[in-house]
């Protein structure tokens, strides 16, 4: 499915949920990741039982779903810390709703607050030159680069 301007929300995060989650993952998927990101975005580690409890999902199938993600990140007592948002320190600060997070790269600042459904403060630093930039993303539109840019990159 393309990814088109006048796409709706909804079916903008199911197409970005389906395009991060690889074609190996099983049916599901994609619900898990964006539930997790949801949650993740509270600030606080996510226990593999509230995650069941929030996807409707029995326990099982939910650690078995992470078991195949292998770039999870865990703290000491098993919950999760991270999966592209994280609560570890990155180079990626993304604040939302006043919580200090992270993200693993500097496009995930620009796709998970659609995904989550919320505006994201970013701060992070031109690999080029070192110097601070700073963004406000909302789910459908960046409103804020500094310093302004008058091109882009790849």
């Known amino acids: 499915m393309p990814i088109t301007a006048s796409m709706d929300t909804s079916g903008l995060v199911t197409a ?3 395009r991060l989650a690889p074609g190996n993952r ?3 998927f994609p619900a898990l990741l964006v539930t997790l990101l949801r949650e993740l975005a509270k600030g606080s ?3 593999k039982d509230a995650l069941a409890q929030s996807l409707g999902w029995p326990a099982d199938r939910v650690v078995a779903m992470l078991e195949m993600a292998l770039a999870t990140e865990y703290d000491d007592a098993g919950n999760v810390m991270g ?3 994280s609560l570890r320190k990155t180079r990626h600060v993304f604040e939302v709703d006043g ?3 992270y993200t693993w790269c500097a496009l995930d600042t620009l796709i998970f607050p659609a995904v989550i459904g919320k505006t994201a403060h970013v701060r992070s630093h031109s690999p080029q030159t070192g ?4 963004l406000t993303v909302m789910p459908d539109e960046v409103r804020r680069v500094e310093p302004r840019m008058r091109w882009f990159r790849c």
């Open 16 to 18: 970005i949920a389906e």
């Open 26 to 28: 099983p049916p599901g």
């Open 45 to 47: 580690p996510v226990t």
């Open 83 to 85: 999966y592209g948002i």
């Open 99 to 101: 919580q200090l997070l």
């Open 131 to 134: 110097e601070p930039i700073v």
